[in-house]
């Protein structure tokens, strides 16, 4: 029997009884019945997570997007694909239909391989949020390029660091990117970025801002005439089911950040299966995630899994705030979005604004709401059941990773009986969560709190770490014997429902954002006054998390607002804006150890406040540290 939809919560223990008993049988029919294969596999699921090998589907051949594109075109050709709603609500929206969407695709793919791009190459994507963002991520998979987008927020020096590592051989951006009332220098900053990469040998630049740019000769050329003289018609490449699909990097909780490799097989079923079941999605619904493609939620839930479902996905170019508050709301009301699926920070943001916004809006349309990338509060959950649900739509709090390709833990919406605020609930079919204990093991039955790992691979899973498959296996495989570790707690309630509490490892999340604490503290500690520093994170209204930092500089009499400020831009040229510190306090000194490790979870309460619950600092190699700090508390 084939799940791939399931519509009422009898189906769903029906399917997740079966995904827990024979996985391979489970997955086999979903692959089987609702995707097109150039030929079948050999073998379902091989795996070791001893040695951090997971292979799904092997022996299969396919593309991607002959799944998301050609295979719609008989049925849903003149269908919207992408919406394309602009920054500026006085630019008109772009609705394009399957058969354009496939026009641009081949027409982008074979631009790529006019300039040289070959199966197998990196290619790196640093755009905005513009159609030719999803366009370009297709054309790669359509000729088999391994695409690498970075989320163009980002910094020069974390734009090169990216695309060194994988060792990308071309470039795709625009001149500019409009966000609310400003313009930001994309084609600048690639040009920095690339003083240090010599093997970027093409830059394809899409026109947006219009502003004036440099263009190098040779290696610089504009995107738009090369479409017009491209064909429109390109052979898809046939890929492995394992051949790499995209990289993309997260932050990990110590130095560069780790280019997570997704596959292609596994990961189209995967991102699909989840987008039909978690957003109930059916064929006249207007489907709009929030998030940017930058990002996992981007590549997951705007692209692959509702392309492959033949869904009209929504992309916003803009900001929640620009023109005003209302922006959001206006967009649902103009294209009568359906599921709306967001962060937790924009729903505070926006929380903190009159209703007037949200009133003047017809939210009539909406059915299915959705959170991700952060646990969301209940006065959040609320705001956003009450104002935007009007108390009728389902809420699903989704719970995932980069790492994770899909969500693994969500309520599946009008199907998981009460959905409660704060609560992920169930894992979906083909999920296996474990809580374990400090001593590893596994916590059986409710309730229960502990580390969050999962004991049995699932298609969407990532492979491996671009070039360092031994950190892959450190990272996730080492901490628990047999269990994939997803460096979160949670806790499970009598009725099994997961809640996530949040991170327990260096990596902090910031407005929905992972950051890791070491690549943070690296570059402060670049600047030639500081000695050392550390930083954590403290609550904050709406970012859910804010990071403070503890700097000890060479010679404490020098401590000043301008080294503050230096510290911060250092920050925002190293990795972007998103990773400033909101508080910056020097100290004389850095609570440690005997062993000389930084007790950071004093360094936590201190920051949140929590100054009475410290527990016993006399152990410390410093412990009079620790009052002067408090004392000079920001
Ligand atoms: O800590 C969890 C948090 O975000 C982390 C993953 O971040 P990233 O790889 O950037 O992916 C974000 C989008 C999938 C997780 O380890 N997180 C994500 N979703 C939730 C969440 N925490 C609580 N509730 C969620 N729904």
């Not at 394309?84 to 790529?112: D, G, T, W």
């Not at 690639?190 to 394809?204: F, G, I, Q, R, W």
Request: proline share 5%; charged share 25%.
């Amino acid at each position: 029997m084939d799940f791939y939809h399931i519509q009422s919560y009898s189906e769903y223990k029906e399917a997740y009884k079966a995904s827990v008993k024979t996985p391979e049988t489970f997955w086999e029919s979903i692959a089987e019945e609702n995707f097109s294969w150039k030929k079948k596999w050999n073998e379902i699921l091989s795996w070791d997570f001893t040695k951090a090998e997971i292979r799904w589907f092997d022996g299969a051949k396919l593309n991607i997007t002959e799944n998301c594109i050609d295979r719609h075109l008989d049925t849903r050709g003149e269908k919207t694909a992408l919406l394309f709603e602009p920054n500026s609500p006085s630019e008109a929206a772009q609705h394009i239909s399957y058969n354009q969407l496939y026009e641009k695709v081949c027409r982008f793919a074979n631009v790529l391989k006019q300039k040289g791009i070959e199966k197998g190459d990196r290619v790196c994507i640093y755009l905005p949020m513009i159609p030719e963002l999803a366009v370009s991520v297709l054309a790669c998979a359509r000729i088999g390029a391994v695409h690498s987008v970075v989320f163009a927020g980002f910094s020069a020096q974390a734009l090169s660091q990216r695309i060194l590592d994988c060792d990308c051989k071309m470039v795709i951006t625009s001149d500019g990117a409009f966000r609310g009332n400003k313009t930001i220098p994309l084609k600048n900053i690639v040009d920095n970025a690339l003083e240090d990469c010599p093997d970027v040998t093409s830059v394809l630049v899409v026109r947006r801002t219009g502003e004036h740019i440099k263009m190098k000769e040779g290696r610089d050329e504009w995107l738009l005439p090369l479409l017009d003289s491209a064909s429109i018609s390109c052979i898809p490449e046939v890929m492995d089911a394992e051949d790499p699909l995209f990289i993309l990097y997260t932050s990990g909780s110590t130095g560069k950040p780790k280019g997570m490799v997704h596959t292609t097989a596994g990961y189209m079923v995967y991102s699909a299966y989840t987008f039909k079941n978690v957003f109930q999605y059916q064929e006249e619904d207007i489907y709009w995630c929030t998030a940017d493609i930058g990002w996992i939620t981007g590549h997951s839930y705007i692209v692959y899994g509702p392309l492959a479902n033949g869904a009209t996905t929504v992309m916003f170019e803009g900001v929640p705030s620009y023109p005003d508050y209302g922006r959001f709301w206006e967009i649902v009301a103009k294209h009568k979005v359906t599921q709306f699926y967001t962060a937790p920070t924009a729903i505070r943001a926006l929380a903190k604004e009159p209703l007037e916004f949200v009133k003047k809006h017809d939210l009539t349309s909406l059915k299915i709401l959705g959170t991700v990338g952060e646990p969301i509060n209940e006065e959040a959950w609320h705001w956003y059941n009450n104002n935007i649900g009007d108390g009728l739509c389902p809420i699903v709090d989704t719970w995932w990773q980069t790492e994770t390709g899909g969500i693994l833990i969500s309520a599946l919406p009008k199907i998981t009986p009460a959905i409660l605020p704060t609560f992920a609930t169930l894992p979906l079919p083909g999920i296996q969560p474990v809580l374990v204990d400090d001593s590893s093991k596994e916590i059986k039955g409710n309730p229960a709190h502990g580390k969050l790992c999962i004991k049995f691979p699932w298609p969407g899973m990532a492979r491996t770490i671009w070039g360092d498959h031994k950190r892959y296996k450190e990272t996730y495989f080492s901490a628990y014997q047999n269990k994939y570790f997803t460096g979160d707690g949670a806790l499970r309630n009598d009725d099994g429902y997961y809640r996530i509490t949040g991170r327990v490892d260096d990596v902090i999340i910031v407005s929905g954002h992972n950051l890791g604490t070491a690549p943070i503290e690296d570059v402060i500690n670049t600047h030639e006054a500081v000695a050392e520093s550390a930083i954590v994170g403290f609550p904050h209204d709406v970012k859910g998390n804010a990071l403070y930092g503890f700097v000890t500089l060479k010679h404490p009499e020098f401590s000043s607002e301008k080294i503050s400020e230096e510290i911060n831009q250092l920050i925002s040229t190293s990795i972007g804006p998103i990773a400033k510190l909101d508080k910056i306090q020097f100290t004389e000194g850095l609570p440690k150890t005997r062993s000389g490790k930084i007790m950071r979870r004093i360094l936590r309460k201190i920051a949140s406040g929590e100054t009475e619950s410290l527990g016993d600092i006399s152990t410390l190699l410093n412990p009079e540290v620790v009052q002067e700090i408090i004392q000079q508390r920001k």
